[in-house]
């Protein structure tokens, strides 16, 4: 029997290419968004082990919906705004997505993205709206006319990365921030602010849109980048009344985040670690950032210079999916730029990610893709 599938299963099909088949066979993979696994500091092992010992039993029960009282305080400790009453933790910040989604979105609402977007966000939106409205992101910024053309017609949600934006790397300035949200107050939306790059600046930022707005905002993190993927640990910073509306909607999504994972996080913002986990990583993506940026300016090819994170975004001048092949050819992946668009646009952009290579391979990466640019140019 064959078992069938519902409508809702399209927005799944995301057709991401199989990253992890690509960096097979000695293939330098800039295509991925992984985190480098010695970014994850020793001090996890014996903060875990001790938990165990500590808690006993207790660390295996069923959690709060809500998250652990004394993470939710430390969260906003480290953050700096919210009430430990307003966060929810959740099972990475992608659960994140899906819960706001579930609990913000009716079926005639429209979310915008800005276009290109985060890619594995879609499906939370497409499952749970009516519509996904692309807003147009170039260099210069957010295409706010088209912003403002969609807000009249009807906007419940706009999802951004002000920070160090998913793909592009960007930074929103202030005045941007501002301009999006007198938008968000005229047409009344919401703007759902996610945010798992900022500590990995290497400049400094403006504020996060949520000091900026208020109740504006819903703010959206995670750990995955600053200690551990594998913690499974992000968290929405809200109103306390929302956050009790997501905390609702979680108990009947996966309970809790597991207590176990959530004292590990506790106890590792507790002892100061952050400051030593986040500048470490933030030096070791800057070297390999910075190694690929010299290669790419030694060639010639015009970028936006990142500021920190993992990514490089860039106009190829061909079409990179064609491009991908060629490259895998001669020995290196990365993502090409129609993933990440909900206009199908973006087909001669591409990705490159410094998150999964060494600071040699990043530099021999990019001349990889330049001879691969140049062999389909030819
Ligand atoms: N948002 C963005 C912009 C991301 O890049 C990622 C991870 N690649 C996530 C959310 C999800 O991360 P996690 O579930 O590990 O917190």
């Known amino acids: 029997m064959r078992v069938k599938l519902s409508e809702r299963y399209a927005h799944f099909d995301t057709k991401v290419p199989d990253i992890l088949s690509w960096a097979?066979?000695?293939?330098?993979?800039?295509?991925?968004?992984?985190?480098?696994?010695?970014t994850i500091l020793p001090e996890i092992v014996d903060i875990a082990m001790e938990v165990v010992k500590q808690r006993g039993a207790s660390?295996?029960?069923?959690?709060?919906?809500?998250?652990?009282?004394?993470?939710?305080?430390?969260?906003?400790?480290?953050?700096?705004?919210?009430?430990?009453?307003?966060?929810?933790?959740?099972?990475?910040?992608?659960?994140?997505?899906?819960?706001?989604?579930?609990?913000?979105?009716?079926?005639?609402?429209?979310?915008?993205?800005?276009?290109?977007?985060?890619?594995?966000?879609?499906?939370?939106?497409?499952?749970?709206?009516?519509?996904?409205?692309?807003?147009?992101?170039?260099?210069e910024g957010l295409d706010l006319d088209g912003l403002e053309a969609a807000a009249r017609v009807g906007l419940r949600l706009l999802y951004l990365m002000p920070s160090l934006q998913n793909p592009t790397g960007r930074v929103m300035s202030l005045e941007e921030r501002k301009a999006v949200l007198e938008l968000a107050?005229?047409?009344?939306?919401?703007?759902?602010?996610?945010?798992?790059?900022?500590?990995?600046?290497v400049s400094e930022l403006p504020p996060s849109m949520a000091r900026l707005g208020g109740d504006r905002v819903i703010h959206l993190s995670t750990?995955?980048?600053?200690?551990?993927?594998?913690?499974?640990?992000?968290?929405?910073?809200?109103?306390?009344?929302?956050?009790?509306?997501?905390?609702?909607?979680?108990?009947?999504?996966?309970?809790?985040?597991?207590?176990?994972?959530?004292?590990?996080?506790?106890?590792?913002?507790?002892?100061?670690?952050?400051?030593?986990?986040?500048?470490?990583?933030?030096?070791?993506?800057?070297?390999?950032?910075?190694?690929?940026?010299?290669?790419?300016?030694?060639?010639?090819?015009?970028?936006?210079?990142?500021?920190?994170?993992?990514?490089?975004w860039l106009n190829a001048g061909v079409d990179t999916e064609e491009l991908l092949r060629a490259a895998l050819r001669l020995g290196v992946a990365f993502m090409p730029g129609r993933f990440f668009?909900?206009?199908?646009?973006?087909?001669?952009?591409?990705?490159?990610?410094?998150?999964?290579?060494?600071?040699g391979e990043a530099r021999r990466g990019v001349k990889l893709l330049i001879e691969a640019i140049e062999s389909i140019k030819k």
């Not at 176990?260 to 106890?267: C, G, R």
């Not at 668009?341 to 600071?359: C, D, I």
């Open 24 to 38: 097979r066979g000695g293939v330098i993979n800039m295509a991925g968004g992984i985190p480098d696994p010695s």
């Open 59 to 139: 660390a295996f029960q069923y959690g709060d919906s809500q998250g652990l009282p004394e993470l939710r305080e430390e969260i906003v400790r480290l953050k700096g705004f919210g009430d430990p009453s307003g966060v929810v933790v959740t099972v990475g910040s992608q659960e994140g997505l899906d819960l706001i989604g579930k609990t913000f979105l009716g079926s005639h609402d429209a979310v915008a993205v800005e276009d290109p977007t985060y890619f594995v966000a879609l499906p939370a939106f497409k499952t749970y709206a009516s519509r996904v409205v692309p807003i147009p992101l170039t260099e």
């Open 185 to 201: 107050e005229r047409y009344d939306f919401q703007v759902v602010e996610d945010d798992p790059y900022s500590p990995l600046a």
């Open 223 to 312: 750990f995955s980048k600053t200690i551990a993927p594998g913690l499974r640990i992000g968290f929405i910073i809200t109103t306390n009344e929302a956050a009790s509306a997501l905390a609702n909607v979680k108990s009947a999504t996966t309970i809790s985040t597991p207590p176990i994972t959530q004292l590990i996080a506790a106890e590792f913002l507790r002892r100061g670690l952050m400051v030593k986990s986040v500048e470490r990583a933030r030096r070791l993506y800057w070297e390999k950032l910075a190694a690929a940026s010299e290669a790419l300016k030694a060639s010639g090819v015009s970028f936006q210079e990142p500021v920190g994170g993992f990514f490089i």
């Open 341 to 359: 668009s909900v206009s199908g646009g973006f087909t001669t952009w591409l990705r490159m990610s410094v998150s999964q290579t060494t600071v």
